[in-house]
């Protein structure tokens, strides 16, 4: 299980940067996927081991 909570509008990083998770949506596995925005507006998908929480 998950040790950190990604909901709407936390902000993350991922490979390509920083942005906002945007969406949350389950996989027919049962996993979760998260729609991240970035600064351009492009929202992009990932798994929970593709993001994490950003450090203020």
Do not use: C, H, W
Request: charged fraction near 25%; charge should be negative; avoid cysteine.
């Amino acid at each position: 299980m998950s040790e950190s909570i990604f909901t709407p509008g936390v902000e993350v990083v991922t490979a390509r940067g920083r942005g906002n998770v945007v969406d949350v949506r389950a996989t027919p596995t049962g996993k979760f996927v998260f729609g991240v925005e970035d600064a351009d507006g492009e929202v992009t998908y990932f798994t929970e081991k593709g993001v994490r929480l950003a450090q203020s």
